[in-house]
């Protein structure tokens, strides 16, 4: 019998995919507006969980325009950002905690203010944009439970974007286009395989796991080897690709982790090991990049 899972944000960039790979294991509920549902509501969101006999909830429904919520730090409390990724989170916690579910929040690295040499999961956060902080606010409203799981990705990549493209696919957009793309020398990230997000899901819910886990790709490599990666795998001019700095890149727009060396050990103890950037695109090429 399969387990049910009440999902936000399953039609998303990384849910949908969630769903594609995982629901021969497990019954997806959506919670969505599609569905009549607004997690801002917690009235609705706690008549939901109690008519559903799911007792994992995977949340992923956030507001994670990083530049519009930014904006949004003007109104702080009162802002769509804060609604959403704060009190939204706080309503499917304490729903789920009168109804006896798990949480299972996904959270980004952009917690972190990028100014260390590397990040685990016990670092303490320290956002340097309104993003960061509602999401940093998510996680300890989840972890107040200690039965929640917090995951924490970032720039998550995928095959198929058919709706919301990845930076994978707007780069290899844009060099098909002939149109010359930036990439910033000084930043680090770990680019992440959605595929991989979905599987070490699966391996930690049926783990029963709890607290924090970083689900990260297994590279540290910056944006502009990044694209130079992605022309290259994909045969595309790489002569379109310029050099910048973050300063540049970012200018006028919210504020940026540069460094963001996110460890992934602690997953890889429970037998998953994350695929490094290389390999994702090997695989998303394999299973015919749109």
Sequence with gaps: MKISILGTGLSGLVGSRIVELLSGKYNFEDLSFDTGIDITDKTA??????????????????????????????????????????????????????????????????????????????????????????????????LKEKNNLVVRITYPYRAKCLTKKDFV?????????SKVTQGVTDMIFAPTFIDDIAFSLD??????????????????????????????????????????????????????????RTKNDKIKTLGFVPKSFSQGLDEIIKQGIL
């Design 45 to 142: 969101v706690l008549n939901k969980f109690t008519s559903s006999k799911a007792v994992w909830v995977l949340h992923l429904a956030a507001k994670t325009d990083v530049n519009a919520c930014q904006i949004d730090k003007e109104l702080g409390k009162k802002g769509n950002a804060w609604n959403i990724n704060v009190e939204g989170t706080r309503n499917i916690v304490n729903a789920a905690a009168k109804t006896n579910k798990r949480v299972l929040f996904i959270s980004s690295d952009f917690v972190f203010s990028g100014k260390k040499d590397f990040y685990q999961e016990q670092d303490l956060p320290d956002p340097i944009n309104w993003y960061g902080v509602t999401k940093y606010e998510g996680e300890k409203i989840t």
């Design 169 to 177: 696919h707007k780069i290899k957009t844009n060099l098909e286009e």
């Design 203 to 260: 391996l930690l819910i049926s783990q029963k796991q709890s607290g924090i886990y970083h689900v990260v790709g297994n590279s540290l490599i910056s944006p502009y080897m990044a694209a130079l990666e992605i022309a290259h795998k994909l045969n595309l001019n790489k002569n379109l690709i310029q050099k910048t700095t973050a300063a540049l890149f970012y200018k006028n727009v919210a504020p940026r982790p540069l460094l963001l």
